[in-house]
């Protein structure tokens, strides 16, 4: 059994009565789910021998997205299906962040913020990619939306394969040897068109905003071949958001987890009371429909 299903399961009434209002449909479907996963109450499957009368029933897992004990074999299909697809050139990995001040738009309307953010990095990169001559593009984008600490912290890695395929002399353009895109410009407009696209959607504001963030920060660097960025990505697309592993210790009041500390580079602790601990990984639950991987152009 999950250590974090296990501290679910042991909090969950509590967790209902001091979180009542912020917990969402789309919390309560993976808090079922993952109560439900591989236990007698889950549908099972029935495994017989071929040579003897021997059978067994086994609990189904549930499927959930969210889920720690799932997904371990869709991660391993996803990499196999990008390995497959992966070009021989060089590539890059893009990785534009929400700024800090826009954040909490993203956790009262995480749907909208995040489809939001998908076809406005993409359109950036495809305006880029013909303004440098380069054609056809092809790239994955794949939504994270946690920092370290597992605080909400909403970013978009996007693989890139440095060139791209022109048609009409149907042959591929080489992009400038370890240079793809300049982050400067890219933060420049990121900026632009995601203030451009909340003004213009239905359910998104700026009013509420106290202040407009000023610092946009979008990071582009050389990752070789593609394959070691395939593989990190690979470990947080499908699993759960903090691995079982990196819960130390709990007990009846507190969880503490760890995480390795960006600024330092070390192995932290962090200690939150239970119910708290709770919420601060149900938030990070995706609205049902929301696609977190997504490949365009060539990739796709």
């Known amino acids: 059994m999950s250590t974090f299903i296990e501290l679910l399961?042991?909090?969950?009434?509590?967790?209902?009565?001091?979180?009542?209002?912020?917990?969402?449909?789309?919390?309560?479907?993976?808090?079922?789910?993952?109560?439900?996963?591989?236990?007698?109450?889950?549908?099972?499957?029935?495994?017989?021998?071929?040579?003897?009368?021997?059978?067994?029933?086994?609990?189904?897992?549930?499927?959930?997205?969210?889920?720690?004990?799932?997904q371990q074999n869709t991660t391993s299909?996803?990499?196999?299906?990008?390995?497959?697809?992966?070009?021989?050139?060089?590539?890059?990995?893009?990785?534009?962040?929400?700024?800090?001040?826009?954040?909490?738009?993203?956790?009262?309307?995480?749907?909208?913020?995040?489809?939001?953010?998908?076809?406005?990095?993409?359109s950036i990169l495809k305006n880029f990619a013909t303004r440098q001559g380069l054609g056809d593009i092809g790239f994955t984008s794949v939504l994270h939306t946690h920092s370290r600490r597992r605080e909400l912290h909403p970013h978009l890695h996007i693989i890139v394969p440095n060139g791209g395929y022109d048609p009409k002399r149907k042959q591929w353009r080489k992009g400038k040897k370890g240079y793809l895109f300049n982050e400067f410009a890219l933060a420049k407009v990121w900026r632009a068109r995601v203030f451009e696209a909340i003004k213009k959607h239905p359910e998104l504001s700026l009013t509420t905003i106290k202040k407009l963030p000023t610092k946009w920060v979008v990071d582009c660097k050389k990752i070789g071949h593609g394959l070691p960025a395939l593989k990190y990505l690979s470990r947080y697309l499908y699993?759960?958001?903090?691995?079982?592993?990196?819960?130390?210790?709990?007990?009846?009041?507190?969880?503490?987890?760890?995480?390795?500390?960006?600024?330092?580079?070390?192995?932290?602790?962090?200690?939150?009371?239970?119910?708290?601990?709770?919420?601060?990984?149900?938030?990070?639950?995706?609205?049902?429909?929301?696609?977190?991987?997504?490949?365009?152009?060539?990739?796709?």
């Open 9 to 70: 399961r042991q909090h969950h009434q509590a967790l209902e009565i001091q979180y009542s209002v912020k917990l969402t449909p789309d919390m309560r479907k993976a808090i079922y789910a993952m109560l439900m996963c591989k236990t007698p109450q889950q549908r099972q499957s029935l495994w017989a021998c071929d040579h003897c009368e021997h059978h067994d029933r086994m609990p189904l897992s549930c499927g959930h997205r969210n889920c720690p004990q799932c």
């Open 77 to 122: 299909q996803w990499l196999a299906r990008q390995k497959a697809k992966r070009l021989p050139v060089e590539y890059f990995m893009a990785t534009f962040t929400l700024p800090f001040e826009l954040r909490p738009l993203a956790k009262s309307r995480p749907k909208a913020v995040y489809q939001l953010m998908f076809s406005v990095t993409s």
């Open 239 to 300: 699993r759960g958001v903090l691995p079982d592993k990196d819960i130390i210790h709990y007990d009846q009041h507190n969880v503490t987890f760890r995480y390795k500390d960006s600024a330092t580079n070390k192995i932290t602790p962090r200690t939150l009371p239970t119910l708290k601990f709770l919420m601060l990984i149900l938030q990070h639950v995706l609205p049902k429909g929301l696609q977190r991987v997504r490949d365009y152009g060539l990739l796709s």
